[in-house]
């Protein structure tokens, strides 16, 4: 088999790249070693940034986004005794959308089986071969057992934090892995409720951050800061909701309870891997870049790096130049390094870990966010996503 972009993972990186080149007259085929209804079911982030949304309808994957979003002017932060409304076209002229990244994932998926590149799940054993030189390769084996050679151009490394792509890269190029682990985890729960608030609280507490945040006008989800040592089992509905009421408590506000339908503990950490680049293998998305929820920006980050591959890939294969690949890694890194600040920087503002003296910082440096105008026009143009080229 021969295709121009041969990518590995069918997450929102592997997936919209492959959407991005066929709009573009590119050919792919997408590799994915799970399921198609395992990809489908992985519950993540929900929060697009304007260019994401713009980048979805751009490449025909609006409809339902535009039907089923729900387009959000602004966030709450929250400190005891305050809660303030940061209004993001007030302060810099865009907005955000909730819509989950599962949702993403089906959309693109759908519209990759129905009339797409080849999206071949379960298949094993994925192993990018000979990507140094200008015919690479990918061997697997597909989901019949059958060992099979993928020929192509390019090979997209978007196989996620835990793939393949990315030690090749950085074996070959003695890349450089920067790492922060955070003393502290997310308890997530998706609850069939209404939200108890009209846009998203990120809620500082003595007990620990919180967060109300939401997927539908049904269906609710929220966050307490919890230590990564800590067992779900360990975290009744009851307790979960007690701890949530709590730290989000606001005289005269009520915090409606319902049904807890998924629950987890997600670790939370910075990670960045330079370069983003070996020969004619990409990576883009997890597989070089983590950053903590707190910002939102995971997803939106794997959106733009793509962008710039696509762009990047396009120029090389249909125009035969190599200026945008070359500049390939060092543009997308530019940009995970802006956006790994400020998630580092909403975490640190937000996450206590029992030290008096940062508790006083953080809660005037909320204080500031929320009664300077240029300090929070500074969280709103970062939170509502930065150009896709900075
Ligand atoms: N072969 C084939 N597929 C693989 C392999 C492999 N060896 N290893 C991993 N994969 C698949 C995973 O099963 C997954 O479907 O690659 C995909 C990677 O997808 P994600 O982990 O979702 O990563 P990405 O597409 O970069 O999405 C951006 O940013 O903050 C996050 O939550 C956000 O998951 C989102 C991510």
Same mark, same amino acid.
């Given at each position: ?89 007030? @302060? ?14 089906? =959309? ?10 080849? @999206? ?9 071969? =000979? ?33 393949? +792509? ?67 089992? =360990? ?28 629950? +987890? ?95 006083? @910082? ?9 009664? +300077? ?12 996503? @930065?150009?896709?080229?900075?």
């Amino acid at each position: 088999v021969r295709t121009q972009v041969g990518i590995i993972g069918a997450g929102p990186a592997g997936l919209l790249l492959s959407r991005m080149l066929a709009v573009q007259g590119i050919e792919s085929v997408v590799l994915e070693n799970r399921s198609r209804d395992y990809v489908e079911a992985r519950i993540r982030a929900g929060i697009l940034e304007q260019h994401t949304v713009n980048t979805l309808r751009e490449v025909g994957m609006g409809a339902r986004l535009d039907r089923e979003g729900l387009e959000h002017d602004g966030i709450y932060l929250q400190y005891p005794g305050t809660r303030h409304k940061l209004d993001f076209p007030e @302060l810099c002229g865009r907005n955000v959308w909730i819509y989950g990244q599962s949702e993403v994932v089906k =959309d693109l998926i759908a519209a990759q089986l129905d009339d797409g590149p080849p @999206l071949l799940f379960e298949v094993s054993d994925v192993q990018p071969r =000979d990507v140094d030189t200008d015919s690479p390769s990918i061997a697997f084996t597909d989901a019949d057992g059958v060992a099979q050679v993928l020929e192509c151009d390019v090979v997209a490394g978007t196989d996620g934090f835990h793939g393949v +792509s990315r030690p090749i890269v950085t074996a070959a190029t003695q890349g450089t892995v920067w790492e922060r682990t955070y003393p502290f985890a997310w308890l997530g729960i998706l609850a069939d409720v209404a939200p108890s608030t009209d846009d998203l609280i990120y809620a500082w507490h003595p007990d620990g951050f919180a967060m109300h945040s939401m997927r539908s006008p049904s269906v609710s989800r929220l966050y307490i800061q919890v230590d990564p040592t800590e067992k779900i089992e =360990d975290w009744s509905d009851d307790r979960i909701w007690e701890a949530l009421a709590t730290r989000m408590a606001l005289p005269g506000w009520e915090l409606q309870t319902g049904p807890v339908t998924e629950k +987890s503990i997600l670790p939370m950490r910075s990670f960045v891997s330079s370069p983003m680049r070996h020969g004619r293998l990409f990576l883009a998305g997890d597989a070089a870049h983590i950053v903590p929820p707190t910002g939102a920006k995971g997803l939106n980050l794997a959106v733009a790096d793509v962008t710039l591959l696509a762009q990047a890939l396009v120029r090389l294969l249909a125009e035969k130049e190599t200026d945008l690949v070359d500049a390939y890694s060092d543009k997308a890194l530019a940009r995970v390094w802006r956006c790994t600040h400020f998630s580092w920087w909403m975490t640190s503002m937000l996450h206590t870990h029992g030290d008096d003296f940062d508790a006083q @910082l953080q809660l005037s440096q909320l204080q500031r966010v929320c009664s +300077s105008e240029a300090a929070a026009r500074e969280l709103a143009e970062m939170y509502t996503g @930065l150009p896709v080229a900075l």
